[in-house]
């Protein structure tokens, strides 16, 4: 590796088209072109991205998927065919690209194969971004759906050992999940992550193990800067702000409800808590929601759904706000009393920072373990099990949990006092400096290495 420019490191970053996985890594972004130390920051990905790293900072080169792709053969999981079989279509556009920025160290998200592809190929030291609380949250059920069918990921593995020497299934990477070897920056405090717990999560441990030592956690990673919100989207979209403050000053309370963007795009037609799609899931939860708070005086429902109103129900009621999108950090720091989420890692985050208590409806992944740390923590209420959210919620039971949020005030007492436990680990400051630190050691190792 040559030394860092003469006007500092060179940050190559290597995003997925994912808003809950962009959206901590832009103030990460964000943080190194502010670094005294840094000369440059470029990423790579999806055109659609550019905007938003252009205003963290950094120089964007868009490197288009290819249109339309055919669905995954029948055995492997589309998590492991988006990761792991369609990167190859412009794996070595995006290496060559990376090559010509010449960057010192890569920075990637942890499920984006062409970030540990660049920093081998290029021999460069490399963080991948980790935004779920630590690899134990993803369970060992994650390793086995995803770690499946290796026969038929066998020809997608050859491609990446005949392009760049790397044998990735047989070093038994998960084909979902890329670790870095030098460094793992997770976006959440060790006291409240999951570890990989060798009894009972074996195969997550056997792809793991290897990583022990290397996570670096540091709190949660939050800026102005977003991905899928615009600063002018309070004035330029038409939401309805006035509705809400007039709940405000009439003294209702305002419960916020939203699935996220997985639980409704990515996996609506896969399972999900319980429910046989993602579609499913959210058609049975908006109706207990109807049932159960509709047309009330006292309570103003905001929704992100853009799916019809529940079956058998001919609008949605009167006291219900229902958008396709939400600028959901505002609506928590301003005007939330109650959170209903699926608790994706930066919807749990949001939601703590701003003290707005949370009622528990995971679907996937490390949403359960994300729940049942909030829970544990005092700052949400599951009356159902984590587990099978579809067959065990009910509307009174719905009903009961937001009740107890909205009139308990230790909820919100827990939130902040998570808060202040999640804060003090750095966030993107510290993610940002450890980026650099590696470009530093490196480059410092192998020029003593070069003089012995």
Request: hydrophobic share 45%; net charge negative; aromatic share 8%.
């Amino acid at each position: 590796m040559s030394p860092p420019a003469p006007g500092g490191v060179r940050v190559a970053v290597f995003p997925i088209d994912a808003i809950g996985h962009v959206n901590p890594l832009l103030p990460i972004v964000q943080a190194l072109a502010a670094h005294p130390e840094v000369a440059e920051v470029r990423s790579f990905g999806a055109a659609r991205l550019a905007r938003a790293f252009t205003a963290a900072g950094a120089c964007h080169v868009p490197v288009e998927d290819p249109a339309a792709p055919p669905p995954p053969p029948p055995g492997v999981s589309e998590l492991a065919y988006r990761s792991f079989v369609l990167p190859l279509a412009i794996t070595e556009r995006m290496t060559a690209h990376a090559a010509g920025f010449r960057p010192d160290v890569v920075l990637y998200d942890v499920f984006c194969v062409h970030g540990l592809v660049a920093a081998r190929a290029l021999g460069l030291p490399s963080a991948s971004l980790v935004t779920f609380p630590g690899y134990g949250a993803l369970g060992e059920h994650f390793a086995i759906q995803h770690g499946a069918a290796y026969d038929r990921l066998a020809p997608a593995g050859e491609r990446y050992r005949e392009l760049y020497g790397l044998d990735l299934l047989g070093e038994d990477f998960l084909p979902v999940l890329f670790p870095s070897p030098d460094l793992s920056i997770v976006t959440a405090v060790e006291s409240l992550s999951r570890e990989v717990d060798a009894v009972t999560m074996p195969r997550l441990h056997a792809a793991l193990s290897r990583y022990d030592g290397t996570c670096a956690f540091v709190g949660p990673s939050v800026g102005d800067v977003r991905f899928g919100f615009e600063p002018h989207d309070r004035l330029g979209r038409g939401f309805p702000y006035e509705r809400l403050d007039a709940a405000r000053r009439a003294g209702r309370s305002i419960v916020l409800f939203s699935l996220g963007t997985v639980l409704t795009g990515f996996r609506s037609g896969s399972p999900v808590g319980g429910a046989p799609t993602g579609r499913a899931y959210l058609a049975a939860l908006l109706g207990h929601l109807v049932r159960v708070l509709g047309d009330r005086d006292d309570v103003l429902v905001v929704v992100a759904t853009d799916a019809p109103p529940p079956a058998g129900e001919p609008r949605w009621p009167e006291n219900f706000v229902v958008r396709a999108f939400l600028p959901q950090r505002e609506l928590l720091h301003g005007y939330a009393d109650a959170f209903i989420t699926h608790h994706g890692m930066n919807s749990t985050t949001e939601s703590i920072l701003a003290g707005v208590p949370m009622v528990s409806v995971p679907g996937v992944g490390d949403q359960l373990p994300n729940a049942e740390i909030a829970i544990s923590g005092g700052a949400a209420v599951a009356l159902w099990d984590l587990h099978d959210v579809f067959a065990t919620l009910t509307a009174d039971r719905l009903a009961l949990a937001v009740r107890q949020v909205l009139d308990d005030p230790s909820y919100r007492e827990a939130c902040l006092a998570l808060r202040d436990r999640m804060t003090a680990a750095g966030g993107a400051r510290r993610a940002a400096g450890l980026t650099v630190a590696l470009a530093s050691r490196s480059f410092a190792s192998r020029s003593l290495g070069s003089r012995s």
